[in-house]
């Protein structure tokens, strides 16, 4: 049998690799060296952020070495400088340490976690309460929980972005009706009447300061069959008869399935929580992902949150002078000319335009000693940009009458008012 000779199989050698920038593979960190519009307006000596605060959020503040009236803070009942909010914290570390070094969810639940989220519970009116370690972490961990693939989420065009962020990570289709637009809601609520829903909505929007229309939202929601949400970071402390907020304010505390507050602004903190019924919350602590894979809330913050909602219920007094320092600078703000929007609450807005008229409205103010914060897309629409004021119960009338001078002073030169 004649045996076949067979040729030596040709090797093909493949080529190293070329480098990335050799095959002109689009860098990652492109996008970074292009960005150059911060750095434009900090040329332009109008970079109005991370501006260095040197003592506590008071009504006077110290701002890299320099003493100005603050107009800027969230911190509306004035709690982060009470006595009993800061020995609370103190008192807590020297028994606690200083961090729980593991989540809720194994090692990091301390008794104090737990005191606080029945005294959370009790105080808002429902069944149950659960901690996160900041108020974005806390609406990142209600809507991915309790929604799905197959659910809707409903939110107002101008919820916070922690709400937008938070529906991007629930797989949830999310729809957005126009602003307090209850046609626009009524729409998509007929709309998505073959699946779970979940509306939600700010209470108090925090850039213009105006109060969400919960009765209204809540009756349609009844209508469809939908579940109602309020993210009430800005009304804690600030609306309600004794202070539980917009939905105390409007008599709703049955009515509303879920609340969501912060605790670094009228409750002189960090962190967030939600309050619900107990299966609720007993869900949403087994299937929160923001929660269970997220370190608890640190031992002093914990208790400053205690302190801080037992001064809010024993001092009303101090939700009564915020709300007189509120009109007080209303009514000012509007003889002088000034457009203020839909405000009612402790953050008035000063409607100014356009972006580089409201960095010079910043500035101006800041050289004149007042500390505020401009707001430009994308926290609001374009051509709608703004100066945002917020004022303390702390303000005393000599303070408000050396801001509204400057205030007035600025606006005029600049043409903002007449």
């Known amino acids: 049998m004649a045996v076949v000779q067979k040729k030596p199989m040709a090797v093909v050698e493949t080529p190293d690799p070329q480098p990335a920038s050799e095959a002109n593979a689009p860098d990652l960190f492109e996008k970074c060296r292009k960005f150059t519009t911060a750095k434009e307006v900090m040329a332009a000596g109008l970079y109005p952020y991370f501006h260095v605060v040197e003592s506590e959020q008071n009504p006077e503040v110290i701002v890299e070495g320099r003493k100005m009236l603050m107009l800027g803070s969230n911190?509306?009942?004035?709690?982060?400088?009470?006595?009993?909010?800061?020995?609370?914290?103190?008192?807590?570390?020297?028994?606690?340490?200083?961090?729980?070094?593991?989540?809720?969810?194994?090692?990091?639940?301390?008794?104090?976690?737990?005191?606080?989220?029945?005294?959370?519970a009790a105080f808002f009116r429902k069944?149950?309460?659960?901690t996160f370690s900041s108020g974005y972490q806390t609406n990142l961990g209600i809507i991915s929980s309790l929604a799905g693939k197959h659910d809707v989420v409903i939110i107002d065009k101008q919820d916070h972005a922690?709400?937008?962020?938070?529906?991007?990570?629930?797989?949830?289709?999310?729809?957005?009706?126009?602003?307090?637009?209850?046609?626009s809601l009524e729409y998509l609520l007929r709309e998505s009447a073959n699946h779970g829903k979940l509306v939600v909505v700010d209470g108090v929007y925090s850039m213009e300061g105006d109060i969400a229309p919960l009765p209204d939202i809540v009756t349609l929601c009844k209508k469809y069959g939908a579940r109602v949400m309020v993210d009430d970071a800005h009304g804690i402390g600030v609306l309600g008869k004794t202070g539980r907020g917009t939905v105390e304010h409007f008599g709703l505390e049955?009515?509303?399935?879920?609340i969501m507050g912060t605790y670094s602004k009228s409750l002189a903190s960090i962190g967030g929580f939600v309050a619900a019924s107990e299966e609720v919350i007993h869900y949403m602590k087994h299937t929160s992902r923001p929660l269970m894979f997220s370190a608890s809330p640190p031992p002093?913050?914990?208790?400053?949150?205690?302190?801080?909602?037992?001064?809010?219920?024993r001092e009303p007094?101090?939700?009564?002078?915020?709300?007189?320092?509120?009109?007080k600078m209303m009514q000012a703000f509007k003889q002088m000319g000034y457009d203020t929007g839909n405000?009612?609450?402790p953050i008035i807005p000063l409607v100014i335009g356009e972006m580089k008229e409201t960095f010079l409205m910043w500035k101006s103010l800041f050289d004149a000693g007042v500390f505020v914060n401009p707001v430009v897309p994308p926290a609001t629409t374009p051509g709608r940009c703004l100066i945002r004021t917020s004022y303390m119960a702390t303000h005393t009338d000599e303070m408000l009458d050396r801001a509204l001078?400057?205030?007035?002073?600025?606006?005029?030169k600049l043409g903002v008012i007449p």
């Not at 200083?98 to 008794?111: E, V």
């Not at 002093?300 to 219920?313: E, F, K, Q, R, W």
Request: net charge negative; glycine share 6%; aromatic share 6%.
């Open 75 to 120: 911190n509306y009942l004035g709690l982060t400088s009470h006595p009993q909010v800061k020995e609370a914290a103190i008192a807590a570390v020297q028994q606690y340490g200083s961090g729980c070094a593991g989540s809720r969810f194994l090692n990091g639940t301390l008794d104090i976690h737990v005191q606080l989220e029945e005294k959370l």
């Open 127 to 130: 069944e149950a309460a659960l």
């Open 162 to 183: 922690s709400i937008i962020d938070a529906c991007r990570l629930s797989y949830a289709e999310v729809k957005k009706f126009k602003h307090d637009d209850m046609d």
């Open 254 to 258: 049955r009515e509303v399935d879920i």
């Open 300 to 313: 002093a913050s914990v208790a400053s949150v205690i302190a801080a909602l037992d001064i809010l219920d």
């Open 317 to 327: 007094e101090r939700r009564e002078r915020l709300w007189r320092n509120t009109n």
């Open 343 to 345: 405000a009612e609450t």
């Open 405 to 412: 001078g400057a205030i007035e002073e600025v606006g005029r």
